[in-house]
């Protein structure tokens, strides 16, 4: 009876899972940690997401994860997006707020000294050609390597608004 009971929690918390984990929006997501936590200029990851729709509008966001100990309260970085025929799309120079700048207080979500963050990086872009594209990120601060990053990710997905 109580192993009825077990397997039966199991299942449902597993369904439950999935169904939380489930995003109708998302059309991609990927996450690169960054070697040793030390993010060099040098170092540029590459996302690669497949386009199928050009009249669908898209949000692109940044997912930043960082260590308590970054020496910064605020994170630049440069993206290039490149389109399916190799050319550039656009370039955009961004800075976010990884911890508050008066007070010092870590932002984004914290389990112990590790926080994660997420950045609108594009609004309502279009993208006018089908096929893959690749979004380049490369750290802009005037550190190398850049102590306390350990992972920098891509999501794209269906504007909704």
Known sequence: MMRKRFRFLAVLCSLGLFLISCDANRVFEEVQDIPDNQWPVKLTPSFTFEVTDTTQQYNVFFTVRNALHYPFYNLYLRHYLIG????????????????????????????????????????????????????????????????????????VEKATE
């Not at 911890?99 to 997420?118: L, N, S, V």
């Not at 979004?135 to 601060?141: D, G």
């Open 84 to 155: 399916p025929d190799g050319q550039q799309v656009n370039s955009m120079l961004h800075e976010m707020f990884l911890m508050d700048p008066k007070t010092g207080e870590p932002q984004g979500k914290g389990a112990g000294d590790i926080f994660d963050h997420r950045f609108r990086a594009l609004k309502n872009i279009r993208f006018n050609q089908l096929g893959n594209y690749q979004m380049r990120v490369q750290q802009y601060m005037r550190q190398d390597p850049l102590p306390g990053i350990m992972a920098i990710g891509v999501r």
